[in-house]
Nanobody, 124 residues
Framework: QVQLVESGGGLVQAGGSLRLSCAAS????????MGWFRQAPGKEREFVAG????????YYADSVKGRFTISRDNAKNTVYLQTNSLKPEDTAVYYC?????????????????WGQGTQVTVSS
């Protein structure tokens, strides 16, 4: 069992940056792949970025490549999402999720544990 708590969201102007954090409690965090997803009003939850258990492999949605960076610190049981050059279309609730396969890939179905989300609002 893994409990996830996101933080770091907020209101930012277009072009700005935010660093999202996801703190995990429970056992075996370092064996889980981790992912960030987002959901805008009226839209489905979509994959943003994922990272393998070791941090050696990372995946990004095309819409955020070159602007967002996912990282993890297994000693602190925390995964991060650095978001730069934010756009109004990045506005959404951002969720972190844990993947027991360790891969941290795109498919939502591979993630068993989800946080409550943190709101990111980008004004134009």
């Amino acid at each position: 069992q893994v409990q996830l708590v996101e933080s770091g969201g907020g209101l930012v102007q277009a072009g700005g940056s935010l660093r999202l954090s996801c703190a995990a409690s429970g056992r075996h965090f370092s064996s889980y792949g981790m992912g960030w997803f987002r959901q805008a009003p009226g839209k489905e939850r979509e994959f943003v970025a994922g990272i393998s258990w070791s941090g050696g492999t990372k995946y990004y949605a095309d819409s955020v490549k070159g602007r967002f960076t996912i990282s993890r610190d297994n000693a602190k049981n925390t995964v991060y999402l650095q978001t730069n050059s934010l756009k109004p279309e990045d506005t959404a609730v951002y969720y972190c999720a844990a993947d027991p396969t360790g891969r941290g890939k795109v498919a939502k179905d591979e993630y068993d544990y989800w946080g409550q989300g943190t709101q990111v609002t980008v004004s134009s």
